[in-house]
């Protein structure tokens, strides 16, 4: 036996060995809560159903699922990225997880990485099983499946920052409030399941620049018309992103 054989290596893992256990900590947390699977699951799912089957809503031309399937979407990244980070972190926030997590060996910026991580995981199982759904519906996609990868990444990118601004600069019961609020009020007016030709002409135009009408409408141009990436949408989900996020990193708050 060769000398040494047992002796102690303190030290911490490898930063990026840090990050994959920390995501899926992360994502086991997420899937578990019942709040964030019925805002992440159930709810898009059910809409999703419910309007493609009862005709509610007056979508145009096409069967329902056409136009309902790719805003659901958008709505599954939105309850994801913005509405479940920000409570979640909020409450990390409240009882000092984040405090302790920053004393450890894991570099904050590598806890933020995990977190966007498992939100990105948490966004796949959620396309793939509402995707299975729009499909055993009727659906017939369109489009560069690049492209919808791109609007998810910016639209990922845009409600994170958003909501990790959230939950870094307001209390945790307030950001409870708001962050369900918010969902609530871009539901219905952010063109995922109400199209936006439905309101008038001066409220189209501001509802327009919501990140949450942005990704219904570059998803819906791929997915529905088979568009190439639609660079306006895009342009507008990348305005937010940098802003959210820029906004995050200087205000964010660890205690």
Known sequence: MSAGTF????????VSRMILAQT????RMLLRNGEQLLLTVIIPALLLVLFSAVNIVD?????????LAPGVLALAVMSTAFTGQAIATGFDRRYGVLKRLGASPLPRWA????????VLVTE??????????????GWSPQGDPLSVAALVLLGTAAFSGLGLLMAGTLKAEVTLAAANLVFLLLL??????VPLDKF???????????????????LREVLRHGAVLPWGD??????????????????????
């Open 200 to 218: 008038p002409g001066a409220v189209r135009s501001v509802l327009e620049l919501l990140p949450i009408s942005a990704l219904s409408d570059g």
């Open 24 to 27: 899926a900590l992360e994502t």
């Open 111 to 118: 806890l933020m990485a995990a977190k966007t991580l498992s």
């Open 124 to 137: 796949v199982l959620q396309i793939a099983l509402l995707t299975a759904i729009a499909l055993g519906l």
């Open 7 to 14: 002796t102690p290596r303190p030290g911490s893992a490898p």
């Open 59 to 67: 979508t145009g031309a096409g069967k329902p699922v056409d136009f």
């Open 188 to 193: 219905v007016g952010g063109g995922v399941i």
């Open 234 to 255: 895009a342009a507008v989900l990348s305005v937010w992103a940098v802003l959210g996020l820029g906004a995050a990193a200087r205000l964010f708050r660890w205690e």
